[in-house]
């Protein structure tokens, strides 16, 4: 009779053990952001950004310095990127992490996409997308941030509505210049303010070229000769454009800034 209650009451351990193994293995698998020590990313809608160039050049390398706050940007075979892509994945603090694209089908990198730059040699086009995948982020020696995302599925999503930028007030989003703030303002079709940190406001005519994602800027005092430059509205109420603030010791070199609508 011992014998009977010693195996009963064994066996009965072993049930509730493997309940609670089981228990464990699910709230794992439950968890919605992490998998296989990964983070996991289900149906985006973001931008791929294609860039051809058989050399590097001032004149177009600034535009794939872009702010790559979840999106996509495919790079030449040469330079740092070697032809690589990589996505800017942004964490709950907000810092965004290139992270190399592991899984990206020749199929899309070769479909024709939306024109964003065109010059005699290089060309930049956007395709826009839905992705899945999984981001695995790590901090290296120097303390520098980086990572891999394993793309599970990205299916092309067709061109959108052409935008038609808000006017009103825009702040800049990217790059981060220290805090300090560049704004324009878009009084109307025809005349915009440009407000820099510590410099008197700036008054232009400007004209913008949907079809060469270009903006054509003149002082309304007509003492400075006109400028046209890279523009290029990514929705109604953001866009991108060539960098106001010149040369700064955290970016030597020119750089898209993006620019967002305030609230």
Same mark, same amino acid.
């Given at each position: 009779?011992?014998?009977?209650?010693?195996?009963?009451?064994?066996?009965?351990?072993?049930?509730?053990?493997?309940?609670?193994?089981?228990?464990?293995?699910?709230?794992?698998?439950?968890?919605?952001?992490?998998?296989?020590?990964?983070?996991?990313?289900?149906?985006?809608?973001?931008?791929?950004?294609?860039?051809?160039?058989?050399?590097?050049?001032?004149?177009?390398?600034?535009?794939?310095?872009?702010?790559?706050?979840?999106?996509?940007?495919?790079?030449?075979?040469?330079?740092?990127?070697?032809?690589?892509?990589?996505?800017?994945?942004?964490?709950?603090?907000?810092?965004?992490?290139?992270?190399?694209? !592991?899984?990206?089908?020749?199929? +899309?990198? $070769?479909? %024709?996409?939306? #024109?964003?730059?065109?010059?005699?040699?290089?060309?930049? =086009?956007?395709?826009?997308?839905?992705?899945?995948?999984?981001?695995?982020?790590?901090?290296?020696?120097?303390?520098?941030?980086?990572?891999?995302?394993?793309?599970?599925?990205?299916?092309?999503?067709?061109?959108?509505?052409?935008?038609?930028?808000?006017?009103?007030?825009?702040?800049?989003?990217?790059?981060?210049?220290?805090?300090?703030?560049?704004?324009?303002?878009?009084?109307?079709?025809?005349?915009?303010?440009?407000?820099?940190?510590?410099?008197?406001?700036?008054?232009?005519?400007?004209?913008?070229?949907?079809?060469?994602?270009?903006?054509?800027? !003149?002082?309304?005092?007509?003492? +400075?000769? $006109?400028? %046209?430059?890279? #523009?290029?509205?990514?929705?109604?109420?953001?866009?991108? =454009?060539?960098?106001?603030?010149?040369?700064?010791?955290?970016?030597?070199?020119?750089?898209?800034?993006?620019?967002?609508?305030?609230?």
């Amino acid at each position: 009779m011992k014998r009977l209650y010693l195996f009963l009451t064994v066996k009965c351990l072993c049930v509730l053990f493997l309940f609670a193994v089981a228990g464990i293995s699910c709230s794992k698998e439950d968890d919605p952001g992490k998998q296989e020590g990964g983070i996991q990313i289900e149906n985006l809608q973001t931008r791929l950004r294609i860039v051809v160039s058989p050399s590097v050049g001032s004149d177009v390398e600034h535009v794939w310095r872009a702010n790559p706050e979840n999106m996509l940007i495919h790079y030449p075979p040469y330079g740092s990127y070697k032809g690589n892509t990589y996505f800017g994945y942004t964490d709950e603090k907000g810092e965004t992490v290139l992270c190399k694209v !592991k899984n990206l089908p020749a199929s +899309v990198k $070769e479909r %024709k996409g939306e #024109f964003v730059y065109k010059n005699t040699l290089s060309t930049i =086009t956007e395709l826009n997308v839905q992705l899945s995948g999984i981001v695995r982020t790590e901090t290296d020696s120097l303390g520098k941030k980086q990572g891999t995302m394993e793309l599970t599925s990205i299916v092309p999503t067709g061109p959108k509505p052409k935008p038609v930028l808000q006017l009103g007030m825009y702040a800049h989003t990217y790059p981060t210049l220290g805090g300090k703030s560049v704004k324009i303002e878009f009084i109307d079709r025809k005349i915009l303010k440009l407000m820099k940190p510590g410099l008197p406001v700036k008054t232009y005519h400007y004209e913008i070229f949907d079809t060469e994602h270009a903006i054509m800027l !003149k002082d309304v005092t007509g003492v +400075v000769p $006109e400028q %046209k430059m890279f #523009f290029h509205a990514i929705s109604d109420s953001e866009f991108e =454009t060539d960098c106001f603030c010149g040369y700064t010791a955290e970016y030597p070199g020119q750089v898209l800034m993006t620019f967002k609508k305030a609230e």
